[in-house]
């Protein structure tokens, strides 16, 4: 029996770490959204200090999760598709296809989890727009030698004159 010992590329416990805090946000800021909404008592039969208290929680919520759990999550889904692409890039593979029958089985999970939940669905945007990422993963680098937001970063502290 031959064995292979192929070298994998171990994960990077601080994305895995970042997407778990962005699912588990975006989790409490649907369960505040949609869970809870047959439930609410008319607020003037209730006592003041009781709706002020809703309120404050509602703020925090979603000033300290929603737009921060949002954004993490789409930084992530780019970072992911990056990381993917590379490695599969060093092992002479094509990405390409594999991503885009990832983002079809994602479009279907997208479009379940919209017909339980109508209000919008971050998760059909990704799958909209991941297409464009497998047209356009080769068009930078063919021209630059590093990346877009190094190249950006690079003009912003050195200036654009060479």
Do not use: C
């Not at 990832?102 to 297409?131: E, S």
């Amino acid at each position: 029996m031959q064995q292979t010992t192929e070298t994998k590329v171990p994960r990077i416990e601080v994305v895995d770490a970042l997407r778990g805090f962005a699912v588990v946000a975006i989790l409490l800021v649907h369960s505040l959204e949609h869970f809870i909404f047959p439930v609410y008592p008319d607020p003037a039969h209730v006592p003041a200090w009781l709706n002020i208290l809703d309120q404050g929680v509602n703020s925090v919520i979603f000033s300290l999760f929603a737009g921060k759990a949002y954004a993490i999550f789409a930084l992530l889904f780019g970072f992911t598709f990056y990381i993917q692409y590379t490695n599969q890039q060093k092992k002479g593979k094509d990405f390409g296809l594999r991503f885009l029958w990832r983002l079809f089985l994602l479009m279907g999970f997208a479009t379940l989890n919209a017909a339980f939940f109508p209000g919008g669905d971050v998760l059909m945007l990704f799958a909209f727009v991941g297409p464009v990422l497998v047209v356009v993963r080769k068009w930078w680098l063919k021209s630059h030698k590093q990346g877009p937001l190094e190249f950006i970063w690079h003009k912003l502290t050195w200036g654009f004159k060479k």
